[in-house]
């Protein structure tokens, strides 16, 4: 195949590890709002590992309710997707905010906290996530820029797949890997070439050792602290296939030495490739072009 190149960054930083917010005091008053804003933005990118990190872009409303010892906070927020995918361990404050070209993904939040003896607890959180501009406008502005598609995609997904196969033939692994999540696909039409698809995914490490003769799809990932991670994104041509696929390693978290004799420890997962199961009632419906398209309600 020509013109395939696999790129492989070795990240050491731990993963899932981001910069604690320093104490800041979360008030009833005006100035409280930023502050409040500031502490939700961590908790929320926090508490999901699907989907890329956000970052505020605006405090789009600011509403106090008065109760005895305190008040109930209700902030308004518009965030920005950023570049960084959840088990990178770059704060989210540094990570680089998704350019318009790439097709930009925003969301509106409704946050709540309840603030008594200037102790601010946050209760409840719900997103609505969109893309900044339709496909339609996309289209007016940037009409050779390659457009989002379902996660489903058929062809998608066949890049995918072929990516991730490519992937683990890199003979320096211990482990074989598999897809977790898909975080997007584009497509696009290169003139004489036909359909290109760019896409962006997780791995996670598996139990069963490199050159095992079990077929990858059928390997059980190893506990989330104890598996390394990677994030990769890949390019792929109808016409000549895989191009190619660069991705970032992350360690895990979890790197105690088994003991004598000692089995790697079995793990429930959610399903790899597939969107985060979400209870009813918690806001809008799931959209197939991000697995991070809706977010629970709660903190």
């Known amino acids: 195949m020509k013109g395939f190149h696999i790129v492989v960054l070795l990240s050491s930083a731990v993963l899932r590890v981001s910069a604690a ?10 100035e409280g ?35 005895d010892g305190g008040c109930n906070l209700e902030l308004q927020l518009n965030l920005l997707e950023t570049v960084c995918y959840n088990i990178n361990p770059k704060p989210f404050e540094d990570c680089q905010i998704r350019g318009e070209a790439e097709r930009a993904v925003m969301a509106n939040c409704t946050v709540q906290f309840s603030i008594r003896n200037n102790d601010a607890n946050l209760t409840k959180y719900e997103c ?11 289209m007016m502005l940037c009409p050779d820029c390659p457009m989002l598609v379902p996660l489903n995609s058929v062809d998608g997904l066949k890049s995918v797949k072929e990516a991730v196969s490519k992937f683990n033939q890199n003979t320096t692994n211990q482990h074989y890997y598999i897809l977790k999540e898909v975080g997007r696909i584009r497509v696009g039409h290169v003139l004489g070439l036909g ?7 997780e791995l996670v490490e598996t139990h069963c050792p490199m050159g095992s003769r079990i077929n990858p799809e059928a390997c059980q990932p190893l506990c989330p602290d104890r598996a390394h991670h990677a994030f990769c994104q890949s390019s792929y041509s109808n016409a000549t296939g895989l191009k190619s696929v660069a991705c970032d390693f992350y360690p895990p978290s979890n790197t105690t030495a088994l003991g004598p004799g000692e089995q ?3 793990c429930r997962h959610h399903g790899g490739g ?26």
């Open 274 to 299: 597939h969107p985060p199961h979400v209870g009813h009632g918690h806001g809008p419906p799931l959209s197939p072009y991000s697995p991070w398209w809706r977010w629970p309600s709660s903190p």
């Open 128 to 138: 609505d996530t969109r893309q900044v501009k339709t496909n339609q406008e996309m």
């Open 264 to 266: 790697e420890p079995l």
């Open 21 to 30: 917010p320093a104490p800041e005091l979360v008030t009833c008053g005006e």
């Open 33 to 67: 709002g930023p502050a409040a804003a500031r502490l939700a933005m961590h908790r929320i990118n926090e508490n999901h590992d699907h989907g890329y990190k956000f970052r505020l872009q605006k405090i789009q409303s600011h509403g106090v309710e008065k109760v």
């Open 195 to 201: 359909m290109h698809y760019y896409t962006e995914f």
